[in-house]
């Protein structure tokens, strides 16, 4: 009897294990299953961000190249103004040096197609070099200097040299000196500084994107100089000290909302309210930082309330059961444990922010401006601004140059997000 | 009896009229001096959750310088009403109080009152351990620091004897700049003990102080308590019967918010006045 029952407990327990079995395959499928489905999504999302990243980088790396020629400028006796050098002819000087070059060339308008392929760049390049190291009259400067857009197209192979005539910007003159030039060695493509250091231009060649980066450089400053401060402080007000009521309610409602709002519409704000009623200067990184800090402040707030939330209440308990009060809590406890996730809040919000063109479009910023902004009430572009109107640009040259802009915005975004996380590393190695 | 726990019907209350006090018998013990002055005493006092009673009408005297134990099962409000000495529920939206809870002739709850300075009197070690993520010595330190001790010296010697009583100085001694939290569970209580006694407060509130440790850890705990004995009044949340008995003078019984019953320990284990305390620490139910 004892026997039959034992056996009878473990057919019965045989008969459960059964069923687990096959419920546990069961139940290792479907996390199997979804582990692939984890993983299908993610690869899914890195192509996507690879092909992007490929074309911006496949359009945009031929921009940190452009295309250069030397010239020969034979420096003669009463070309210089000996009193003044800024007042010489410098476009004259380099005219003669190409014409000394095609001697064959006389005709006026053969004369100013040859004269097209020279950037009107290369007159600045010679009065910097020749005003750094004044030149000895009879000498002759051999210059780097910068090509044509269209020189510049052709010689990076985005425009044909075999196709008819009227379908390219350049003519078979044209190309004919090009190949002069070519089989004297004296075109090559360089690198690129110009790009890196000057401001907008009409002209391709001599567009850079240093300006708008100076110009969200100083907006990004006034964005994160105002709403760091006032949106830790109203997010540690709102969660440590305001009382639970409908008024605090209603701004937290509100708070919420705003993050939702349109950015466009901080900018009609920022039109109406800074440029309309206060008066300040249109178009500079003042008023732009301070449209962008209405824009990141609910952003901030909120991620920092989140962060305050997540400190742990027994942390509090057993600071207030020591004797703290409220604000050495919150201070010497609360925020530090917090400020990592604040950190983190606060970058993406300024990420958000030097991505922004929408509410800068209202106050002025879309403007055309050539000159490197020195400060935060000159008039200045910022690099979406700048990526907008270069996309905008009919010549086949600013194609490149954009994807130039958007790869100098993501390696400025990537840098901060680098920076959070190496500030996020360095407080939590503090506690 | 005379030191009573009146059932929020009663409204004859005999607790916490200390001029109609007589000397009640001492417990068994002879360190147990007769009489005392009532050093937290309660007057109708209830805790709420939102609509949720949880600490109902409590009258009752908590005695100087004597250990009181809270038993009960649990969710019956032990925690609840030693936070509510300290005024820890503060930090809960939803709670409230109503009645009196009085200390030192003060009242706790009252308009008046400044909550930090009733917290540095009033100690607290919490049921779960929630030492600060800093180094050992700071967990220590930050409160006498708080409190103005400023010389080097006269902390470390402070955090030593602390760490010493809470029987953790042996563990941590060579690794006082360590971070707390890579303590163990049971190290970290104790390191919480430790800070609380740093403080020097006049009251100790222990909620379960011993629950996450081992026999010899609450040896030692129980050691800490029998020293202190006579010098501060500690009330002490015990799940332990063995603990309530060996360590307190006192002891009170909550059963689902209701004090039912309060007397000189020895005589609430041997001879309960309510049939509810004797299922409950005869272990019929739990
Ligand atoms: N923050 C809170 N909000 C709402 N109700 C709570 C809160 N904290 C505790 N309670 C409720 O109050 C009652 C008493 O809780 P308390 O923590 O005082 O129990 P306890 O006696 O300490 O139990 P244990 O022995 O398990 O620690 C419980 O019913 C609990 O659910
Ligand atoms: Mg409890």
Known sequence: MNNSSTKNGSRNAGRTIDIVNKGLKRRYRKEKRFRLYGILSIAASAAFLAFLLTSIVMNGYSAFLQTCIRLDVPIEAGMIDESNPKRSDFQGIIKSAIREYYPDVTERREKRELYSLFSSGAAYQLRNNVLDNPPEAGATLSLWVLADDDVDMLMKGHMKRDVPESERRLNDRQLRWIEKLENDDRIEKRFNTTFFTSGDSREPELAGIWGAVRGSFYTMLVTLALSFPIGIAAAVYLEEFAPKNLATDFIEVNINNLAAVPSIVFGLLGLAVFLNFFGMPRSTPLVGGIVLMLMTLPTIIIASRAALKAVPPSIREAALGVGSSKLQVVSSHVLPLALPGMLTGTIIGMAQALGETAPLLMIGMVAFIVDIPGGFTDPAAVMPVQIYLWADSPERAFVEKTSAAIMVLLGFLIAMNALAVVMRKKFERRW | ?286
């Open chain 2, 1 to 286: 009896m005379q030191i009573t726990a009146e059932k929020k019907e009663s409204t004859t209350s005999v607790a916490t009229e200390s001029s109609k006090r007589e000397i009640f018998l001492p417990p068994d013990r002879e360190r147990v001096r007769e009489g005392g002055t009532p050093h937290v005493s309660a007057k109708n006092f209830s805790i709420f959750y939102g609509n949720f009673e949880a600490v109902k009408k409590v009258n009752a005297d908590i005695l100087s310088k004597y250990v009181t134990a809270i038993i009960g099962p649990s969710g019956c409000g032990k925690s609840t009403f030693l936070r509510g000495i300290n005024r820890m529920n503060d930090l809960i939206p939803s709670c409230y109080t109503t009645g009196t809870l009085m200390c030192d002739g003060e009242d706790i709850y009252g308009r008046y009152t400044d909550e930090v300075q009733l917290r540095k009197k009033i100690g607290m070690v919490f049921q779960k351990p929630n030492p600060f993520p800093k180094s050992i010595f700071d967990n220590i330190a930050y409160g006498p620091r708080l409190h103005g001790v400023k010389d080097k010296k006269t902390l470390e010697e402070l955090v030593e004897k602390s760490l010493r009583k809470a029987a953790l100085w042996d563990e941590v001694k060579d690794r006082l700049e360590r971070n707390a939290l890579g303590l163990s569970g049971g190290q970290q209580q104790r390191l919480c003990v430790a800070r609380t006694l740093a403080v020097d407060p006049d009251i100790l509130l222990l909620d379960e102080p011993t629950s996450a440790l081992d026999p010899k850890a609450t040896a030692k705990i129980e050691d800490l308590i029998e020293e202190l004995r006579g010098s501060y009044t500690i009330l002490i949340v015990t799940h332990n019967m063995q603990q309530a008995s060996r360590v307190s003078d006192y002891t009170m019984f909550y059963y689902e918010g209701d004090l039912i019953e309060y007397a000189p320990t020895k005589q609430l284990f041997t001879n309960p006045k309510d049939q509810v305390t004797e299922d409950y620490i005869t272990g019929r139910f739990s």
